[in-house]
């Protein structure tokens, strides 16, 4: 399934959020959105969603525009994580993955044995099974994402949006998120903060106050002189000693 | 109470608990009918059910006949409608608006009906063409329809939860102020003590044409919940989240708060602003039954009704030869249960 922006433009209150944004998600790839604090990204996933209605230009899927599908049409193949989705409400994470087959329910299409298979697949998929039955509000920050994560697989989705995933996780939590997510059979869109580690994804695109920068892959796009002229600081890349690939190191710019 | 909190959730919604609902209705039906100041044996009830319903001409007292037919029966269905509805409003406005304190007066609904019944009682608006229900109703519509304007107009640079509920805060203000005012510019003693009564929830005058409009009423309300439940679970994680996992969120938004606010506004035009039951019962069905709406809204329903049937019989028998507002027996029963619930609520983060 491809997934295409085309002069994507948006706004709020009369600032620009987003500038003449165009993209192709090319299926089964890792796409990563990097960009500084306010430069768009949430925005941008949030357009490809079909949460928010541009105000340029065109989402299509397939060719077909966002605009003119049905809200559960578009939830059948593009799922979100949004950043820190909480609630208060008493419910355990079985549950919890199970709204994910809201898409494909209806008071006359009742929840089948169908559904406990794709809320099982989705939680083994995060590694969550074991916690099944445990209450939300008892689980860590890294647990909470991965039951968003089985949320959205649930959904069966083509392609799956992650609104910067591993944002307040430790290390460990992290970077088994990222795994997680490269393991996915699903195309990936996720917004992040930690260059290197977009630095392991398919492609990145950069945005800078609303405008796509630079895109493609990563050892092309985030150069020394791009970091310097988007988030303004000095970087230079090492060569990892184990195997060999690139790390960026930053210094703040003098 | 540390007990009904580890609770276990139960896995798969198991709905046949479910059918124990009428019955338990029934049964409330029975007792808010045989118990009172005159204290009326089942069989009696019974009797006179079957005399009326199916022609049966049993012998019957006639006095208790009328006592159970004309006065008792209809007042306690009338009773488990609001029940049922006000639970359900609270259920649906918690769901949607991601607010524990979400409840049906929320939206300046029994301030906008308190100032239309004063206007008819007080101001003589209508000139006796509309009765107090109605001049009820027509407040409710009205502040109702100031505070969708004013969360419309103020959504911008807030979240739509946010602006619905300063909006009613602010609608509820204003219309509370008119009614004070009306009150104290116009009434006689005697007007501000009866509208005193009727603010804090009275089925004293309720009959049969009463229970005609409020069955239909709750049952609207019931079917609206149940046909959207799943789209309430979705609210679960905020309302871009139901809209990423496919529930177009402004239609079955606008479609549930429409009728969130009909149902009220029936409600309290027929028996004043009952406080408490659409704010605690969703609450304690939560720590019953869990979060999931299919479990959530029949049992907030029934939970609600079966509520509101006891604080009816509670007020006409606390004090022999007087009947309290009910409204005063739900908040006596609902703000201790509500501060259980905070406490508990503050204990679990």
């Known amino acids: 399934m491809k997934l295409t922006a085309e002069h994507l433009g948006a706004r709020i209150h009369g600032r620009t959020l987003l500038d003449n944004v165009s993209l192709t998600i090319r299926p089964g790839e890792t796409f990563a959105l990097v960009g500084p604090n306010g430069s768009g990204k949430s925005t941008l996933l949030r357009l490809l969603a079909g949460l928010r209605r541009p105000a340029r230009g065109c989402v299509r899927v397939d060719g077909r525009p966002l605009a003119h599908l049905k809200r559960r049409t578009i939830a059948r193949s593009i799922a ?32 089948t044995d169908e559904d406990d298979t794709h809320v099982d697949r989705a939680l083994d998929d995060v590694d969550m099974r074991p916690f099944a039955d445990r209450l939300w509000h008892t689980l860590s920050g890294g647990e909470r994402q991965r039951v968003h994560i089985a949320r959205a697989l649930a959904q069966q989705p083509r392609i799956l949006l992650l609104d910067e995933p591993t944002n307040h996780l430790d290390i460990q939590h992290q970077l088994s998120i990222l795994s997680l997510v490269r393991r996915l059979p699903v195309t990936v869109v996720i917004a992040l903060h930690d260059l290197n580690q977009a630095m392991a994804c398919d492609r990145v695109g950069v945005l800078d106050a609303g405008r796509l920068v630079a895109l493609g892959p990563p050892e092309d796009v985030l150069t020394p002189e791009r970091l310097w002229q988007t988030f303004r600081v000095q970087a230079d890349s090492i060569g990892d000693p184990q195997d060999g690939r690139r790390i960026l190191r930053f210094r703040q710019a003098p | 109470m540390s007990r009904v909190i580890s609770l276990p959730v139960p896995v798969a919604p198991r709905l046949h608990w479910l059918w124990l609902t009428p019955l338990v209705l029934a049964i409330a039906l029975v007792a808010g009918t045989a118990i009172g100041e005159t204290r009326i044996p089942v069989d009696t009830i019974l009797k006179v059910l079957a005399n009326r319903l199916w022609d049966a001409g049993y012998p019957v007292d006639r006095i208790d006949a009328g006592i159970v037919w004309s006065y008792r029966l209809s007042r306690a269905i009338v009773a488990a409608c609001c029940g049922a509805g006000l639970a359900l409003t609270g259920v649906v406005l918690q769901a949607l608006l991601r607010n524990a304190l979400a409840d049906p007066f929320l939206m300046g609904l029994s301030a906008g009906a308190s100032t239309g019944a004063v206007a008819v009682t007080v101001l003589g608006l209508g000139a006796g063409a509309i009765g107090l229900s109605a001049g009820a109703f027509a407040g409710a519509a009205l502040a109702f329809g100031l505070v969708v304007v004013l969360a419309h107009a103020a959504r911008r640079g807030m979240q739509a939860a946010g ?38 929830g009275s089925l004293s005058g309720v009959r049969w044409d009463d229970v005609a409009l409020a069955v239909p009423t709750a049952l609207v309300g019931l079917g609206v919940c149940l046909w959207h439940m799943r789209a309430l679970d979705a609210f679960t994680f905020g309302a871009d989240s139901a809209a990423s996992m496919g529930v177009a969120v402004r239609p079955v938004r606008g479609v549930l708060i429409a009728v969130t606010a009909l149902v009220t506004a029936v409600m309290v035009s027929m028996v004043g602003a009952i406080g408490f039951v659409g704010l605690v019962i969703p609450h304690a069905m939560r720590l019953l039954v869990g979060s999931r709406h299919a479990r959530l809204v029949p049992a907030s329903a029934l939970a609600g009704a079966v509520f509101l049937v006891g604080s009816d019989i509670l007020s006409r028998i606390l004090v022999p030869g007087q009947v309290l507002p009910i409204g005063v027996i739900t908040s006596l029963i609902g703000a201790p249960a509500f501060a259980l619930i905070l406490v508990r609520g503050a204990g679990k983060a």
């Open chain 2, 163 to 200: 602006a619905i509920i300063l909006a009613g805060i602010a609608g509820a203000q204003l219309f509370n102020a008119l009614t004070a005012f009306m009150i104290a510019k116009s009434a006689s003693a005697e007007q501000a003590r009866g509208i005193l009564f009727w603010l804090m």
């Open chain 1, 80 to 111: 979100l994580v949004e950043q820190q989705a909480e609630t208060s409400d008493r419910l355990c994470v079985r549950d919890a993955v199970a709204l994910g087959r809201t898409p494909f329910l209806s008071p006359l299409r009742p929840w």
